[in-house]
């Protein structure tokens, strides 16, 4: 491992970094809020910091393996989300301590979309455009990651599509074709942010509005500029338009790219994990809408509208709300903080486990079930036509195990920090799947928390948006082993 060449990659990394203070600076300027200093010095510091770790090192050149592509993705939100937390504890009108200010950077960066800061309506524009921004970078940020990085480390969930996406080959080395892949996808993520953006701003919002909630929309971050987040525009249009993005948003980035490349909607048929993940979206859509008309929680064409709004934002792991989630049949959001462990599919900005890996634990399941019955068959596990491997089925039960073992180890530090269970349980689901929004003392935001809370938290948002292994292993000594 050459730690020299990760320092130098993290050290350009946060000079690039720097410049995400730029938008929310020129619109300091513009408006005169009095929070362009904020922005200025936190930027004039990531960039001096990344310079100083780039510079003594930066004509080192080695050949990056597998275990620096580990060291790097895990620096990449940490050390990025410290750094990103500067403008807020700058601005002094937020009133943050360092602890609040990294949980907000974090939650930003890592798409997760919980929040500390409260009155959102009155903040200045820098600061709401500041937060939508660390969502829409960290979500480019997850997507190339996923899938041109983790399938190469082996835990990605991508097997299954090295054949099919525009990622590199899986070896022992980073390959040139990282760059091409990257470009792909960005150009995709790009198009997606602006047709979002103007779908919003054609359905009644306003400019400012559109770009921003466009920004945590493809992001599936849930970060948004109002106090009642998408309840705030009351319009039905809006509410449709974000459910289409945020659901187009769930599905692997890689298809949309193979999709326009090939001109063609048939590669989201063909895939058994699209299938898949649109199945179980409906499935809670369906019961969410129906209990809300049964219960007569709302009339029926709200219950249809906020059912589908809601059902999708707490599965893709958006975390947007339309209303008071929280306060429906106790059923209804414990049932959808469920669906959230699913998350979006691999190479998505959905967090989660992955509807893949649910697929093939489901599929694995039923293939049991009828090796019970038939004790002497050979009884493969495919999806679609292809068979699986049954060491990508092993790492996805291990993957299973070590995130729910994680879920229960949070849980319970948490618990002793003096939160009550449902706000516990609802807080680490919602940490650890990237979703947001919780129950109990979360339900609206995360400010009424301990601080150690709120560090155990930050640490379970980057478990999960790092897939758990790749923060983990850098715990283990054979890691450190020359």
Not at 61 to 74: A, C, K, N, Q, V
Not at 141 to 151: F, K, Q, S
Not at 298 to 313: E, N, P, V, Y
Not at 443 to 453: D, F, M, Q
Request: net charge neutral.
């Amino acid at each position: 491992m050459h730690i020299s060449v990760s320092f130098r990659i993290l050290g350009i990394l946060l000079m690039l970094f720097s410049s995400a203070a730029t938008v929310p600076l020129l619109v300091a300027l513009v408006d005169q809020d009095h929070t362009s200093s904020a922005f200025a010095y936190g930027m004039a510091i990531t960039f001096l910091s990344g310079l100083a770790m780039w510079f003594p090192v930066r004509g080192v050149r080695h050949e990056l393996r597998i275990r620096d592509g580990f060291l790097i993705t895990s620096l990449f939100w940490t050390v990025l989300g410290l750094f990103g937390a500067l403008p807020f504890v700058l601005n002094e009108s937020l009133d943050l301590t360092p602890t609040e200010a990294i949980f907000e950077s974090i939650s930003g960066l890592t798409t997760t979309g919980a929040t500390v800061i409260v009155g959102l309506d009155e903040l200045p524009h820098s600061i709401l455009i500041y937060r939508q921004l660390l969502q829409w970078l960290g979500g480019i940020g997850i997507i190339v990651v996923a899938v041109a990085v983790l399938p190469m480390l082996g835990i990605g969930g991508m097997q299954l599509y090295k054949a099919e996406t525009p990622g590199p080959s899986k070896d022992s080395k980073l390959t040139p074709r990282i760059t091409q892949t990257a470009k792909a996808l960005f150009t995709v993520y790009l198009s997606l942010t602006v047709a979002c953006a103007i779908a919003y701003y054609a359905a009644g919002m306003s400019g400012f509005d559109a770009v921003a909630h466009a920004f945590s929309t493809i992001a599936i971050g849930g970060f948004s500029t109002h106090d009642a987040s998408m309840g705030y525009f009351d319009n039905n249009g809006i509410l449709l338009i974000c459910s289409l993005f945020m659901t187009i948003s769930a599905i692997n980035f890689g298809l949309h790219f193979l999709s326009w490349r090939r001109r063609s909607f048939a590669v989201y048929v063909k895939d058994s994990e699209t299938r898949f993940f649109l199945g179980v979206l409906s499935v809670c859509i369906t019961i969410t809408c129906g209990y809300l008309i049964v219960s007569h929680t709302l009339d029926t064409s709200d219950s249809l509208i906020h059912g589908i709004f809601q059902a999708i934002s707490i599965t893709t792991t958006t975390g947007f709300a339309t209303q008071n989630f929280a306060a429906w049949p106790s059923f209804l959001p414990v049932m959808m903080l469920f669906f959230s462990f699913m998350g979006g599919c691999v190479g998505s900005t959905g967090g989660g486990i992955k509807a893949m890996r649910l697929m093939l634990i489901y599929k694995q399941g039923i293939r049991e079930l009828r090796q019970l019955v038939h004790p002497q068959a050979v009884i493969p596990l495919k999806v679609g036509r292809r068979r699986v491997e049954a060491a990508v089925v092993s790492a996805v039960w291990s993957f299973f195990a070590v995130y729910m073992s994680a879920f229960i180890i949070i849980l319970l530090l948490l618990m002793a920090t003096g939160l009550d269970f449902t706000t516990a349980f609802s807080a680490v689901a919602a940490s650890l799947n990237n979703l947001g929004p919780g129950l109990g003392d979360v339900a609206a935001h995360y400010g009424n928390i301990n601080e150690t809370a709120k560090g155990l938290l930050c640490f379970a948002m980057l478990l999960g948006r790092l897939e758990v292994f790749t923060l983990l292993v850098l715990f283990t000594p054979a890691f450190w082993r020359l």
